[in-house]
């Protein structure tokens, strides 16, 4: 749970979306050069990903994070004619760097040591995106495809 939260930096997020009609092809880039999330958190989870052991996320207090330089890059495939689906998609997520922490954090029961975790964030982060990352394009095309009536 989040509480008292504030998120800064969003009004420099942007964005360019290309579609060309001849083939369906479509990408979307976002940036966000710059986001500041602050606030108080309350957490008790497992986090459970494909292949991987559970993790457990136990804490409470404040929290603040400085995410710097990302990019979000979609892209996708529609059909020329019929229904509306999804035909082909990836996303490549790039996050330049994230600094801060969550006072009494504890995952598996030891505390996290936010500066080891600025400093192997984007090793970890590759790591369970690779994980993720199939599954949740997986959800998205049959959400897609669900609300299209495929």
Do not use: C
């Not at 760097?97 to 505390?111: D, F, M, R, Y």
């Amino acid at each position: 749970m989040h509480r008292n939260g504030q998120i800064s930096g969003l009004s420099t997020v942007t964005d360019n979306f290309n579609y060309i009609a001849l083939t369906g092809n479509t990408t979307w880039r976002i940036d966000a050069p710059s986001v500041i999330i602050e606030g108080d958190y309350s957490i008790n989870a497992v986090v459970t990903l494909p292949d991987q052991e559970p993790i457990t996320l136990v804490g409470t207090g404040k929290l603040y994070f400085e995410i710097e330089n990302t990019k979000l890059f979609i892209t996708f495939k529609l059909p020329l004619f019929g229904n509306v689906q999804i035909l082909e998609l990836d996303i490549f997520p790039e996050i330049g760097s994230v600094t801060g922490g969550a006072e009494n954090l504890w995952i598996n029961g030891v505390p996290v040591d936010w500066e080891k975790f600025s400093e192997d964030f984007q090793t970890n982060f590759e790591m369970v995106w690779g994980s993720i990352k199939a599954p949740l394009i997986d959800i998205v095309v049959k959400t897609v495809d669900y609300v299209a009536g495929v």
